[in-house]
């Protein structure tokens, strides 16, 4: 089954977004299928009220330019508030437990939390402590509002999603753990391209394997490359991480350029979650080239996240 298979119902069996592990094949596309239908009808100028009367809390603990207006419009778009909290100034994990927190947040009448932050296991202590959806917008680990906007990105420009093969070049970070995730439930091959020392974790990946994952990692360059669909890259250096000339040597060899691109299948497109460190991890004619739909995958953050936010909090 490929999403144009599925047939909506309108609602997903899940509280939370934390990792996309939990979520169905179904409930994924219930998320794509809903994010297709708000991205069309906010292009035809229909506005929504599906989120009026609630609030999003949203925590950043690291600093964002696309999680942080693409939640924000997001609420907007859908009639709902949202509200900025930065770990600067509230008491999360400090002079108060997170535990703490979570139940004293969902007490204030607010719908759910959006949280960016270093720890997953804070975004778990959330969710486990307080009454409110708790929503993933990135941790050292995981990425799954990026996965989400990355698959919609995909289909629309493939027109499938099944089938399909993307290949991830560089450090195999939490972007490259959600994709990998996201991949294994939907069908979609996924070749971790990376230096040795630097693959995904190993746990997620025997996960990814274990539900029936087409996964492979490797070194090997044109072993991963071949027959992609999509090239995708990220930043060498998470944000919090130590710069060291030792990684930087590793991970220039898997630079996404035009002499590994011409290695794809013909037609391939390139993907980047952004910030983009032009002529480090990607080329200029890659990320500004007609192959490159980096820019349309930064908007479908905006409209994955609605749907993500439309069918967990509408009933919160």
């Known amino acids: 089954m490929d999403l144009f298979d599925y047939t909506p119902t309108g609602k997903i069996n899940q509280k939370h977004l934390l990792t996309l592990k939990d979520y169905s094949r179904e409930e994924i596309y219930e998320i794509l299928h809903l994010a297709i239908k708000l991205k069309k009808e906010y292009k035809q100028g229909i506005t929504h009220d599906i989120l009026k ?27 709902g508030d949202s509200l900025f909290l930065s770990t600067n100034d509230i008491q999360l994990g400090k002079s108060e437990t997170i535990e703490d927190t979570a139940k004293v947040i969902s007490r204030m009448g607010l719908s759910g939390i959006m949280i960016r932050t270093f720890l997953q296991s804070d975004v778990e202590a959330l969710a486990n402590h307080g009454s409110i959806p708790v929503v993933n917008g990135l941790t050292d680990d995981y990425h799954p509002c990026q996965a989400l906007a990355d698959i919609l ?11 399909q093969k993307i290949a991830y070049l560089g450090d195999g970070n939490n972007v490259a753990h959600s994709l990998m995730i996201i991949c294994s439930k939907l069908g ?8 040795k020392g630097y693959e995904p974790n190993a746990k997620i990946t025997d996960y990814c394997k274990s539900i029936g994952g087409d996964i492979i990692v490797t070194d090997n360059i044109d072993e991963g490359v071949k027959d992609s669909d999509v090239l995708y890259t990220d930043v060498f ?5 130590e710069i060291t000339s030792e990684k930087r040597t590793a991970l220039m060899p898997y630079q996404l350029n035009m002499e590994i691109y011409k290695k794809a299948k013909e ?15 990607v080329t200029e004619d890659i990320l500004d080239g007609p192959m490159s739909v980096v820019f349309d995958e930064a908007e479908n953050r905006l409209h994955a996240q609605k749907a993500v936010l439309a069918l967990l909090l509408k009933n919160a």
Do not use: D, N, W
């Not at 979609?188 to 230096?195: D, L, M, N, R, T």
């Not at 250096?237 to 991480?241: A, K, L, V």
């Not at 497109?269 to 480090?280: D, K, N, S, Y």
């Open 53 to 79: 009367g609630k609030t999003l809390a949203m925590i950043f603990a690291k600093p964002s330019t696309r999680t942080r207006v693409s939640f924000f419009m997001a609420m907007k778009q859908l009639g």
């Open 153 to 163: 990105t995909l289909y629309e420009h493939k027109g499938k999603i099944s089938g």
């Open 188 to 195: 979609v091959k996924f070749a971790a391209v990376c230096p």
């Open 237 to 241: 250096f998470s944000m919090g991480q």
């Open 267 to 281: 037609g391939c497109i390139t993907m980047h979650c952004l910030p983009a460190h032009r002529g480090e991890e």
